[in-house]
């Protein structure tokens, strides 16, 4: 809260090079529908990237560390009127504007906005954008909280289709904690969709303890391996890898506080299933229908599996289960069958 609320008012503020991502090519949908989102909710995002899974059509939708709410408007859209999307931040300060470096429309640097806490610029045009979309009513809230206590906001269990972040897990000091309310809010069948800084190895106390490297994202990202142990502990699949790209530093006081231990850093998107126990699924062979909105020839679901419409793909006993289970089953035939020995399981950073 202090780091985001009063250490950083401006781009070169930032210490690091650690929230600074590269253009990435977005879709039309995606394109059109940021154009729509008022411009100083995009002025006042924290956030790097975008973090929208596929395949969203009336989803109720739970994002952590929502801050000024951009990405939450965007997915307002792509849910429809039917959908719902909930936004979460614990940021109380009076915040000013904080400029990142986004491949994004509306990336404006204005000499200054008046103060008002992330929440509270993004509360206060729900009616702005609900009229911008046609919508009766609205299909986006915003509460104050803390990602690791989703309860205590009212969040109830089995409540969400879809959880998504965008470079927050790293900023909570209890990511067990943050993986569990996750998988107990969402429903049977359900996804965590996250991307977030992740290490080469765990960190030393002293780089753990560096509230400037906290900041940065860097201080609190976990050793990938333990993002595998902890899903597995709290009950999800084996998380699978969307993209991951190295992280540079770029300053050389902070690279001597984490050592020479040849220690890398990487961001990463993986998702993370929420399987039913009575799961039946075995190896299987599946086609994909081509029906999801801008994945019409081919969808690329992580770095193991990438699915043309009409070709036949096998997959082990965990892919068939999330497909069978999740919002993607209308999207595919599963036959039971053997799978071919050289598919990937567990693909890793």
Known sequence: QDYYGKELQKLEDLKTNACVTLARPLSKVVRDALERVHKE???????????IPECLESCRILDLGSGSGRDCYL?????????????????KEQVQYIARASPLPHSINPPSLPSYSQVEVAKKHIAYHMDKFGYQKANVEFLQGYIEKLSDAGLADESYDIVISNCVINLAPDKTAVLHEAYRVLKPGG?????????????SVTTRKHTV??????????????LYSIAKEVGFKTPCLVSASPITIGNKELEDIIGES???????????FKVPDNSQAGPSQVIYSGGILGHEGELVFDANFTFKKGEVVDVDAEMAAILQS???????MIHAGKVNTTTLQGYCC
């Open 75 to 91: 997915l307002s859209q792509l849910v429809g009127e039917r959908g719902h999307v909930t936004g979460i931040d614990m940021t």
């Open 262 to 272: 040849n220690c890398c850093f990487v961001s990463a998107t993986f998702r993370l």
């Open 41 to 51: 909710v995009v002025a006042r995002y924290y956030g790097c990237g975008l973090v």
């Open 213 to 226: 490297l906290w900041g940065e994202c860097l201080a609190g990202a976990l050793y990938w391996k333990d």
């Open 326 to 332: 999740s919002r993607f089953a209308e999207e595919f």
């Open 191 to 203: 996804e965590m969709y996250f991307s977030d800084v992740y290490a080469s190895q765990r960190l």
